[in-house]
């Protein structure tokens, strides 16, 4: 793969910046501690993409909680989804309020394939946070209780987000598209 499909990160359009990610990563964390006030929570971070936002979100908790991981790779190396999707194993979520943190819902597929599988979990509780949420007509209904942002279909990156696994480091979200 050349590198000239690599422009530098500080080249490309910003369109979240830092500075509001972790304000409305602060606004989301205040929600969920009201929420589970009194619910033992278990964070579901969906590897690779939600791992910066995980880290972030669950320093605005004032409640404890649980982090557990779980990987699923679809995209490999493209910007569309090639609808093949590999989960890894899950942790034991038995009885458990169990909230998926996911990076940005886009056609939906992963997000319907973790929760087919949580939902024969027998779990207390099942919801969805997910910092971005792409603005597009979808077969797939999902309907995170969480949404950072709502933004335009454009393929974006950083705060933890990739292309071809560059990109996740940048601290502010922006365009490559
Ligand atoms: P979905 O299965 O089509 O909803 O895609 C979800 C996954 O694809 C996310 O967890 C991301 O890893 C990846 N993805 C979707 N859109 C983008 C994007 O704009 N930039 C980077 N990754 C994306
Ligand atoms: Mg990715």
Known sequence: MSE??????????????????????????RK????????????LVVLKGSFLFCADLARQLSIPCRIEFIRASSYKD?????GHLQLSELPDLRHA???????????????????????????????????LAKQIPRDIQIEPKYIGFEIPNRFVVGYGLDYAERYREV???????
């Open 32 to 43: 969920i501690s009201e929420d589970y006030k009194n619910q033992p929570l278990v964070l």
């Open 78 to 82: 493209a910007k569309v989804s090639s």
């Open 4 to 29: 000239t499909e690599f422009p530098p990160s500080n080249t490309l359009p910003v369109l979240i910046d830092a500075d509001r990610i972790r304000k409305r990563v602060e606004e989301l964390g």
């Open 97 to 131: 309020n169990v909230l998926v943190v996911e990076d940005i819902l886009d056609s939906g597929l992963t997000l319907q394939k973790i929760l087919e599988h949580l939902r024969s979990e027998n779990l207390a509780s099942l919801e969805v946070c997910t910092l």
């Open 171 to 177: 601290p502010d979200i922006r365009c490559l598209d």
